[in-house]
């Protein structure tokens, strides 16, 4: 009965069996050559075809049919798609294959067909198969014992870390940025003279990864653990370029190089998508113009935008910036390890010695051999005339060679030698030639022999080997590594923090123009108000601010959102702006009520918040330091109600609120004290009816003391501050203004002085400006005003703001 074999065993044990193939001869590279299975046996075919750099190339075809059918029994489109990767730029760091043909591109474009490419192997690989006839390594059967194949070959390249690799086993993974050739030599020599060196002396000669497709790479403290440990994480950033075009008029974004192993064609793809959804902003073009000269990705940028703002959304958004995880595994011994970067050097260093004693064996043997053969050879020249004799004397070749070795004391090689010495080498030049052989033979011997007796002599050799690498095959650094973290790089060191205005339109439209547009001018010029807005709009806030400044902007719903300055996009005088629904993610129906700019969030200066149902609320600044992008609740708001403004305030300051039914109520602000954020805040005024609240005055300011009341139908009238009493918050107020069919309810109020300027917008979009002096100043308080604007029935004034006399007037552009 036939021995019983469990399932469970036999799939433990078949299944190791095929991880172990995996690992060891598919997926994994040896630490010696750096190259796994399939990539030596490729090289190895050509070596065999000699299909060397130095010759005519041959057909892709013809040597993936030489791999699959001696050395790779698998499929050929695997044997081929490993080939095409040894022969693009854009993957191996040295190429280790010459190809002539289409080999694909960095868009992600595959190779032609492998019967029109033609291949050679590169200069640089036949440093990787030198001396391999020597006996440098072990040669095992193939698949079908019929031919032998190296084990690993004899390269005095380190390979794994110089091209890398990437590879997937079973229940492990490896890999290894490449890196540069110069530096790999630098440190792997610094290591044979010092071997108790510690990696970080190491790392000063490998500073880190080399990629193929340049980028900037900053490696920290991911470098350092990928080095000491093994595993790590750096991060690679494209490079890019800012172009200008017209004289400065407009501005391009260039990406000029890429993150190694990153589809240009999908970057470019991603960054459409990404300017489609408005989540970068700015944009007027993409496209792509790449050749063969290298990359080159345009983004045309709108007038007005930051080139480095879009930048930082670039690296942010999209695979411009990733990272690449280091994970350093590789076969050693028939075992996979997780090595660091000494101990990467150190296999590869134990390799080379034992390539450079096995090939210096193997020339010792030969020169031995010949130096015998040539000894022989010397007897029987000095001693021609006897040794004719007696091969004359000789009745056959094996009687003849007996009598000479017998005769002058000969091996039989050395007597074979004889008897097939040609008559030439009896002439003078030729035995002077036979001498010269026999000493310089002996100088190389002597020379081989201190190789293998002394360690240092081996140093020597293969230190003088990896410089002349270096010297015949190192190139210059393509990656540019950085000093420090680029996510610590603020964008604001980027952007000098000068002063700018910042405007925004009662329909919502809001731009930043560099205050240098502006230049002084005297009183009665056309000043700021002249800016284009469209028809039916006007300038609502006007803010002087600087560009490192924090924009606070309130919504009616009662949110507050902070953004930087200069994140607003910028303007000339003839732009309209950018809507700032593309800059916030406001809710429908929600718009801003207030827009406030401020570069420190004090603990002892407040905010005063007033809602159109009378409520009224005091709360610290420092409250609303932290803002989600989302933005934060700034009030909270009852059923019906909205924010109407919001203003810095001094507590020892008056606040006035004017309602729409024409009352005014007039508290000292102390009256308010202090809230949380999150509040509804306390009662300003009592409203009655449906009356609401449709401005918040406060006073403080000495140039201004009157308070202009403007109404829906047109009237308007100035009355000094000191007609309003002082009284406590929370009553029904006073008597503001006395309304009539003809004057319609009050639209808003404002304080003002004689210089200002007051601007109407009708329902019929047309907008009246004029100025405040031309309105009199009343003695009551309880009045109708005067007529400012004359309308018919069917219009109404729908917007009021005021123009501050601040001394500015717009530059004429070129």
């Known amino acids: 009965m036939s021995d019983t074999i469990t399932i469970e065993s036999e799939l433990k044990k078949s299944y190791l069996e095929y991880s172990l193939s995996v690992i060891i001869g598919r997926a994994i590279p040896d630490v010696r050559d750096g190259l796994k299975p399939v990539h030596r046996r490729i090289l190895y075919a050509m070596h065999d075809l000699g299909n060397s750099y130095n010759r005519a190339y041959k057909k892709s075809a013809r040597v993936v049919g030489d791999v699959i059918g001696k050395y790779h029994p698998h499929g050929d489109s695997a044997v081929y798609d490993a080939l095409v990767r040894l022969a693009q730029d854009f993957s191996m760091r040295d190429m280790l294959v010459d190809g002539q043909g289409n080999f694909g591109s960095i868009d992600g474009d595959s190779a032609a067909a492998m019967r029109y490419t033609e291949v050679r192997m590169a200069r640089l690989t036949s440093e990787f198969l030198g001396d391999i006839d020597k006996n440098t390594v072990d040669f095992r059967p193939n698949y079908d014992n019929s031919l032998q194949e190296p084990e690993v070959l004899p390269t005095k390249v380190p390979n794994l870390l110089l091209n890398g690799t990437a590879g997937i086993a079973v229940g492990m993974a490896t890999n290894i940025p490449p890196h540069n050739l110069g530096e790999l030599v630098d440190g792997t020599v610094h290591l044979l003279d010092n071997p108790d060196c510690e990696i970080e002396d190491l790392m000063?000669?490998?500073?880190?990864?080399d990629f193929p497709t340049g980028a900037l790479v900053y490696g920290g403290q991911g470098l350092r653990d990928a080095y000491t440990t093994g595993r790590g994480s750096i991060r690679m950033r494209g490079v890019v370029e800012v172009e200008e075009h017209n004289k400065g008029k407009k501005q391009s974004i260039v990406i000029r190089e890429i993150p190694y192993a990153l589809n240009k064609s999908s970057l470019v793809e991603k960054i459409a998508q990404l300017v489609h959804d408005k989540k970068i902003e700015g944009v007027s073009d993409l496209r792509d113009e790449s050749d063969r000269r290298g990359i080159r990705v345009v983004i045309d940028l709108k007038r007005g935008a930051i080139p480095d703002i879009i930048i930082n959304a670039l690296y942010k958004y999209t695979p411009l910036e990733t990272s690449f995880g280091i994970n350093m595994m590789a076969v050693v011994g028939k075992r996979p390890m997780l090595l660091n970067l000494k101990s990467v050097l150190e296999y590869f260093l134990e390799h080379r010695r034992e390539v450079v004693i096995r090939r210096t064996r193997f020339d010792l043997d030969k020169a031995e051999r010949r130096v015998h053969v040539l000894e022989g050879l010397r007897i029987a020249v000095d001693n021609i005339d006897e040794v004719v004799k007696l091969i004359r004397a000789s009745a056959s070749v094996e009687e003849a060679r007996t009598n000479l070795m017998e005769r002058f004391e000969l091996s039989e090689i050395q007597a074979k030698a004889i008897l097939d010495m040609r008559l030439q080498k009896l002439t003078g030049l030729e035995r002077d030639k036979l001498l010269e052989e026999l000493a310089e033979l002996m100088k190389k011997i002597e020379y081989y022999r201190s190789i293998l007796e002394n360690e240092d002599v081996l140093k020597s050799v293969i230190r003088q080997e990896l410089v002349e690498i270096k010297e015949g095959y190192a190139t210059p650094r393509k990656s540019q590594l950085l000093a420090h973290d680029p996510s610590s790089i603020d964008i604001e060191d980027l952007i000098a923090d000068d002063e700018a205005v910042i405007t925004l339109s009662k329909r919502g439209y809001i731009k930043r123009v560099p205050l240098s547009?502006?230049?002084?001018?005297?009183?009665?010029?056309?000043?700021?108000?002249?800016?284009?807005?469209?028809?039916?709009?006007?300038?609502?806030?006007f803010l002087l601010t600087t560009n490192h400044q924090f924009l606070l902007l309130f919504t009616n719903f009662g949110k507050m959102f902070k953004i930087k300055a200069h994140q607003v996009p910028e303007g000339s005088r003839y732009a309209k702006g950018a809507h700032v629904a593309n800059l916030l993610p406001l809710d429908k129906d929600e718009y801003i009520a207030t827009a406030l700019s401020l570069r420190e969030f004090d603990a002892d200066r407040y905010f005063l918040f007033a809602t159109r149902k009378g409520m009224i609320k005091r709360t610290s600044m420092e409250q609303y330091q932290n803002c989600r992008t989302t933005g934060i609740k700034a009030v909270n708001l009852k059923d019906g109600d909205e924010l109407m403004m919001v203003t810095e305030v001094n507590p020892e300051a008056d606040a006035m609120l004017i309602t729409r039914d024409g009352t005014a109520i007039r508290f000292n602000i102390k009256d308010a004290r202090p809230m949380g954020r999150a509040t509804a805040g306390v009662k300003g005024i009592a409203l009655r009816g449906d009356d609401e609240v449709v401005s918040l005055v406060v006073s403080g300011d000495s140039e201004r003391q009157e308070v202009?009341?403007?109404?829906?139908?047109?009237?308007?009238?100035?009355?000094h501050i000191e007609q309003y009493r002082v009284q406590s918050r929370g009553g029904k107020g006073i008597l503001n203004m006395r309304l009539t069919s003809k004057t319609g309810k009050v639209l808003g109020a404002n304080l003002v002085n004689e210089s200002d300027e007051a601007i109407l917008l009708t329902s019929g979009n047309k907008i009246i400006r004029m100025k405040v002096s031309e309105i009199s100043l009343t003695r009551g308080r309880a009045t109708?005003?005067?007529?400012?604007?004359?309308?018919?029935e069917k219009n109404a004034v729908v917007g009021f703001d005021l123009v501050r006399d601040d001394g500015l007037n717009e530059t004429e552009e070129n």
């Open 204 to 209: 000063q000669f490998i500073k880190g990864p």
């Open 517 to 541: 547009n502006y230049t002084a001018q005297r009183r009665g010029g056309k000043g700021i108000a002249g800016v284009q807005t469209g028809d039916g709009d006007f300038i609502h806030t």
């Open 708 to 719: 202009l009341t403007v109404s829906e139908g047109g009237f308007g009238k100035r009355t």
């Open 784 to 792: 109708q005003g005067v007529r400012l604007v004359r309308m018919d």
